[in-house]
């Protein structure tokens, strides 16, 4: 458990001034803590590429040419960056493949019914699609996840270890 001056936030949680039985109610003892660790959303990175087409004024004849020429040539954008850089894939596969689990999940059995059970999902499946991709047993991970959280002990992480080879997504 962290210490007070670790949380971000501190959420006290008090009863009632008066009890049922009409008498005052006094704080006795230090609270009993409880901390629940949350995962922040996780939100894709969008990039938006523009092509900005039209008249080139302020040039002569002659640098219109050269701009022309160039163009046709195949200078290339962002957009087509995939076609001079072999490390760009030319589709978004991956992503829509790592996204293709939950999107059947939610079409086989309908959304859930709570923000809590989104959370529950997300991070479900940000953890199974997390261990594919690292080669590790998501079984394993997730058994020594419950016996960290039993013993009060570190968690274990999901960050890559360094110098593990990441398999490609398969499926």
Request: aromatic share 4%; proline share 8%.
């Amino acid at each position: 458990m962290l210490d007070e001056d670790q949380v971000d936030r501190i959420v006290d949680c008090k009863p009632e001034a008066i009890c049922e039985c009409g008498g005052l109610v006094e704080r006795l003892h230090q609270p009993q803590r409880h901390q629940v660790f949350e995962v922040p959303p996780m939100r894709a990175q969008v990039d938006e590429c523009r092509n900005l087409r039209g008249p080139l004024r302020g040039l002569r004849q002659a640098a219109r040419g050269r701009a022309a020429g160039r163009r046709a040539e195949g200078s290339t954008g962002p957009a087509r960056a995939f076609t001079t850089n072999a490390k760009l894939a030319p589709t978004n596969n991956a992503a829509e493949q790592a996204l293709r689990s939950i999107v059947l999940k939610r079409k086989i059995s309908g959304p859930t019914r709570s923000l809590r059970g989104d959370h529950f999902l997300s991070r479900g499946f940000s953890v199974h699609e997390t261990c594919l991709r690292q080669g590790r047993d998501v079984w394993e991970f997730m058994h020594s996840a419950v016996h960290a959280f039993i013993a009060n002990a570190v968690p274990p992480s999901l960050l890559p270890q360094t110098g593990a080879a990441v398999p490609a997504p398969t499926g």
